[in-house]
Each structure stands twice: as C-alpha cells, then as structure tokens.
C-alpha cells in the first residue's frame, strides 16, 4: 500500500509543473519597425524581445496583441489589456496609464520627405499649408499636435505613412521614431531624409490604471528590470541584430 501511494505521489508530482502556469499580462502594441513586426502572424522585434525577457525575469507570461495604434490606447483605457507599449507620457494619457518607472526607449520624432526633394524645414511655422502624413493616435509633440496651420493626413501605421511617401501621394511624413520609418523606407526601397526633428522624448511601458495598485507596482518592477537590462548591454545587443 505503501508504494502504492508513493507511486501516486510521484505521479500527481511529475504533473505540477505544467498545471502551475505563470500570470499572464496581456499587452497591446502597434507596428513599428524594426521595434514591433507583425508578419506571416508571428511578432517579432527590439520592444517584443525586450518586453518578454523582463516577463520571463519576473515571472510573468506575455500576451502580445497587435493593433491599431488607436485601439491598443483605447485598450489600455478601458482595462481591455492590462499594458500597452510604447506611449509617450501626455496629460490625457496620465488619465489611465501608469507609466514603467525606467523608459523602455528614447524617440526621435521628425519631419520626413523623401532624399532630393530639396526641401528644408527650419521651424514649425514653415509647415504651414503643408501637407504631413500622421498616424491616428500617435503624439509628436505638443507643439506639433496643437498646430493647425498644416494639412494632416491621418494614416493607420508607420507602414501606410511611408507606402503614401513613397508613391509621392503626399510629400511629408511626421515619425514619431526615426529609426522605424528609416528602416521602412529601406524596406520599401526608397530614401527618406529628416527634414525637421520635432523634439526627442522618451517612451514607456504603460500599465491600465483598470488594475489599481497592481498596476502600479507592475510599472514599478518592470521599470527596476529595464534598468538592469541597459546596464547589462542588453539593449545594446539587440539593436546591433536589426540595424
């Protein structure tokens, strides 16, 4: 009887492992080259890679939606998701984000034209009656998002902004991270040039405010395994396999 129950004990054992199951967090992100790619639906990139190795160090399993830059915010906001990368910090986002106490990345938001065209912005109000390609959602900075004078035209994503550039629909583009839309430019087999830099400013990790004080703390802790993350070059080696 003895080894019988033994032998059950073990059995029972050799099972746990796969019935304890790590908490998931479910995240909502958008595209952005080479930082988030989404094809053939397998997602890949430097955020991806970098948002699963903290999970990983704290215990957590990452759900990793792919969406709409507007919808993943509208996710966030409404506790549909727990987190969203990478936003940047603004009033109304302060509303239902907490935000990772390290940044994940620092953005370098310009103006954009394709190489030869000649033309050079050197301040804001020199985009007036200009045509510039945004993406719905997206922030570029206060001065930029406040201004009028220009025509915008409200894109999806970074890749509908650069295949419109590229077809010279309209000849602007506003990226909110430089390196992304260079290398979708590359990708799509055209040159792009910075005409104008709009500002640099971090993005973050955001946690759902819809959690309370589990959001918090989450925003807490993966900001603390960030900061290790660059101090132990991390960062650094993953950006070295995709630029």
């Given at each position: ?29 958008a595209t952005q080259s080479p930082y988030i790619i ?142 992304s839309i260079r290398y979708l430019c590359k990708k ?56």
């Amino acid at each position: 009887m003895k080894k019988l129950i033994a032998a059950f004990v073990l059995f029972i054992l050799s099972f746990l492992p796969a019935m304890v199951q790590a908490e998931k967090i479910v995240f909502a992100t958008a595209t952005q080259s080479p930082y988030i790619i989404s094809e053939n639906g397998q997602v890949t990139g430097i955020d991806i890679d970098v948002v699963c190795e903290i999970c990983k160090r704290l215990g957590f399993e990452p759900e990793i939606q792919v969406l709409p830059w507007a919808r993943a915010l509208s996710y966030a906001e409404n506790g549909t998701c727990d987190a969203i990368f990478t936003p940047r910090r603004n009033e109304e986002r302060e509303k239902f984000l907490y935000y990772s106490s390290e940044p994940l990345r620092i953005e370098r938001t310009v103006i954009l034209a394709l190489k030869g065209t000649g033309l050079k912005i050197n301040k804001l109000k020199e985009l007036k009656d200009k045509t510039v390609g945004v993406v719905r959602g997206y922030t570029y900075g206060k001065e930029f998002d406040n201004y009028n004078d220009v025509k915008k035209v409200v894109c999806d994503d970074d890749e509908q902004e650069v295949t419109i550039l590229a077809k010279e629909r309209i000849p602007l583009i506003a990226g909110a991270e430089e390196g992304s839309i260079r290398y979708l430019c590359k990708k799509a087999g055209v040159e792009s040039e910075s005409v104008y830099v709009l500002g640099e400013e971090p993005a973050y990790i955001g946690f759902s405010k819809k959690l309370g004080e589990k959001g918090k703390t989450l925003a807490d802790k993966f900001g603390e395994v960030l900061r290790k993350l660059k101090e132990e070059g991390f960062m650094k080696n993953l950006e070295s396999r995709y630029f």
